[in-house]
């Protein structure tokens, strides 16, 4: 009897499993550490995620970019990684928080890119975690409108559609 492990149907070798199972605690540990300074309201949370993703990610490309635990634990990312890492930490601490891509014009053109919608006290809000990492965090992207967002964030389309009333 030959035991297999498959990820995604690929075949996974035992001893990678312990490699995996290390990525996994280091990324639960990074998650828990975070949201243990998450208190108070929904809008309190966010802030604080918002934050502490803005100050301790790095817009870098690597092997994990375009994931979350690029962003939290290696602390290097694209728009996609920080993203995904602040869709993951919101949906922890209970706030619905989706992931979208697209593409954004930053004042000189326009490129692919990857922000956030999420409910927050009744409120449809966009937060762009990546436009908010500069030497001094912005904010002029965390927590805004709809019709902020439309002016110069453009969504795939279907997206909309699967945000049904905060699409």
């Not at 243990?36 to 990610?57: E, F, Q, R």
Request: charged share 25%; aromatic share 12%; hydrophobic share 30%.
């Amino acid at each position: 009897i030959q035991i297999q492990y498959t990820i995604d149907g690929d075949v996974v070798p035992a001893e990678e499993l312990d490699r995996i199972q290390d990525r996994i605690n280091k990324y639960e540990a990074r998650v828990k550490e975070i949201l243990g300074g998450a208190s108070g309201s929904a809008y309190d949370k966010s802030l604080h995620i918002y934050n502490t993703v803005c100050k301790t990610v790095s817009y870098r490309s690597g092997s994990n970019d375009q994931n979350a635990y690029g962003a939290l634990v290696e602390g290097k990312a694209v728009c996609a990684g920080y993203a995904r890492a602040y869709q993951d930490l919101m949906n922890r601490a209970g706030i619905k928080t989706w992931f979208i891509g697209g593409e954004a014009n930053n004042g000189s053109y326009t490129v692919s890119h990857a922000w956030n919608v999420s409910w927050i006290d009744g409120d449809c809000v966009y937060t762009d975690t990546t436009w908010g990492d500069k030497s001094t965090i912005s904010y002029d992207y965390f927590n805004r409108s709809k019709e902020v967002f439309d002016a110069d964030h453009f969504p795939d389309s279907g997206y909309n559609s699967k945000l049904g009333s905060c699409g």
